[in-house]
């Protein structure tokens, strides 16, 4: 199983950037995808998270409103939408995927068995 997370760069505060992750290895339609990111000297924090159907979604406090996830499962492939970027949004993006979880799992780290290699998203104020 391969994740290749694509998309991050440079942007100003106020703009918008959309993360792909193209999924390899397996056939995806049936497993949650999620995006975590991290930042200089903080934890890893929670982003966003969509169940295998794509009917349900779970987003982090912090880009509440700001972020939307998407699936595509035809092309094995999950999009992270952002926009109103803020500075505090600068962090290295993962990309996730596990098999079917319990709802209230999405949100942990530690519920996701494959991570991508990270893609950089740096927003200057």
């Known amino acids: 199983v391969q994740l290749q997370a694509s998309g991050g760069g440079l942007v100003q505060a106020g703009g918008s950037l959309r993360l792909s992750c193209a999924a390899s290895?397996?056939?995806?339609?049936?497993?949650?995808m999620g995006w975590f990111r991290q930042a200089p000297g903080k934890e890893r924090e929670f982003v966003a998270a969509i169940r295998w159907s794509g009917g349900t979604t779970i987003y982090g406090n912090s880009v509440k409103g700001r972020f939307t996830i998407s699936r595509d499962n035809s092309k094995n492939t999950v999009y992270l939408q952002m926009n109103s970027l803020k500075p505090d949004d600068t962090a290295v993006y993962y990309c996730?995927?596990?098999?079917?979880?319990?709802?209230?799992?999405?949100?942990?780290?530690?519920?996701?068995?494959?991570w991508g290699q990270g893609t950089l998203v740096t927003v200057s104020s």
């Open positions: 290895g397996r056939t995806f339609r049936d497993w949650d």
């Open positions: 996730v995927t596990t098999s079917r979880m319990a709802y209230s799992a999405l949100a942990l780290p530690s519920s996701y068995n494959y």
